[in-house]
């Protein structure tokens, strides 16, 4: 009952009165918009985004960022063409593929926590290594002819209308919300991510929890990454380029504090859903693909901006109070 009060004052009963209203009007605007084939659509555009959207949470709570998670996302995508097109079968390339994605998020996780350097720098630095790295495997080509049952996983229903890239989103954001909420991990997340030096004062093994989050976070930017090559059935050195925006922007719009130690997964999923359903009713509405991402830019910005001035009615209200 305290978590359904909390969902339904704070932040996240903010952003549930703006998702009914969105539906609403897009529900008035078009016929289409609540058929469930549309529905299925809305979630398939951008399911790989979302998905990753869900540990980018847990990222940004615990006071870190991760750039590269599009990066990750395609050079995932370019290395299991590469081994494809060298002779692998996908059955071992997609596992070998998920370990490289560890081992990129590892490989973030070292240089922050063992060098100190700020994650801003490293995974920016990394954005574009491991994009470099994806263009090189497959120069300027594309690769594709992957086997009916790969492609059949991000194209073909699995359970129900439902593919699987859709059960993986649902399956990762209950879990996630379950660490969260409602483990010792989580509350250690949000204990660093309000103040890194009281948590590890206080005897918390900082840089472990940091490297589980980093390495987490490019094992699924790797799954998301398999799954994109499966529902477009092929591969370039572009593949998730410029993700990293609409990824942070949906965080952020959910509560998450950039500043971190604040935000819930509930309030990211809300967010999603504002997201994906602004983007398909400018699209059902024949909005241009540039004016979306023009309308998402207002949006981090927006996001950015709301903490702070729920700080400053704070403030004022409790100086009202006081007087």
């Known amino acids: 009952m305290r978590a359904l009060a909390r969902l339904l004052t704070g932040w996240e009963g903010f952003l549930l009165a703006v998702l009914v209203a969105i539906v609403a009007l897009n529900a008035a605007a078009s016929p289409f918009f609540l058929t469930v084939s549309n529905q299925i659509n809305l979630f398939q555009l951008s399911i790989e985004k979302i998905i990753v959207a869900t540990v980018m949470t847990l990222v940004i709570i615990n006071g870190e960022i991760d750039l590269s998670v599009a990066s990750v996302m395609g050079l995932a995508a370019c290395a299991f063409g590469w081994l494809f097109q060298a002779g692998v079968p996908a059955g071992l390339a997609i596992p070998a593929v ?4 560890a ?36 120069e300027d080509r594309g690769i594709g002819g992957f086997p009916a049952w790969f492609n059949a996983l991000g194209q073909q229903p699995l359970l129900g209308p439902f593919p699987l890239a859709m059960l993986v989103f649902f399956a990762l954001a209950a879990a996630l919300y379950v660490a ?27 840089p472990r929890v940091k490297a589980v989050i980093f390495t987490l976070s490019g094992v699924v930017a790797a799954l998301a990454g398999l799954l994109y090559a499966a529902r477009v059935g092929a591969v370039r050195g572009d593949v998730a380029l410029g993700f990293e925006l609409d990824i942070i922007t949906i965080v952020l719009l959910g509560g998450v504090s950039i500043f971190g130690g604040s935000g819930t997964m509930a ?57």
């Not at 359903?277 to 998402?296: D, E, K, Y």
């Open 98 to 101: 998920l370990a490289g994605g």
């Open 103 to 138: 081992l990129c998020g590892a490989f973030n996780a070292f240089w922050i926590t063992r060098v100190g350097i700020p994650s801003l720098v490293v995974t920016l630095a990394t954005l574009i290594a491991f994009r470099g790295f994806a263009r090189v495997l497959v």
């Open 180 to 206: 969260l909420e409602r483990t010792a991990f989580g509350r250690r997340v949000y204990f660093i991510g309000a103040n890194r030096a009281v948590a590890e004062y206080s005897g918390l093994d900082v």
């Open 267 to 323: 309030g990211t999923v809300l967010a999603i859903l504002i997201v994906l359903n602004i983007r398909n009713g400018m699209s059902l509405a024949n909005v241009t693909g540039h004016l979306q991402t023009g309308a998402l830019g207002v949006l981090l910005i927006l996001s950015v901006m709301v903490p702070t001035f729920r700080g400053w009615a704070a403030r004022a209200f409790g100086r009202g109070a006081g007087a």
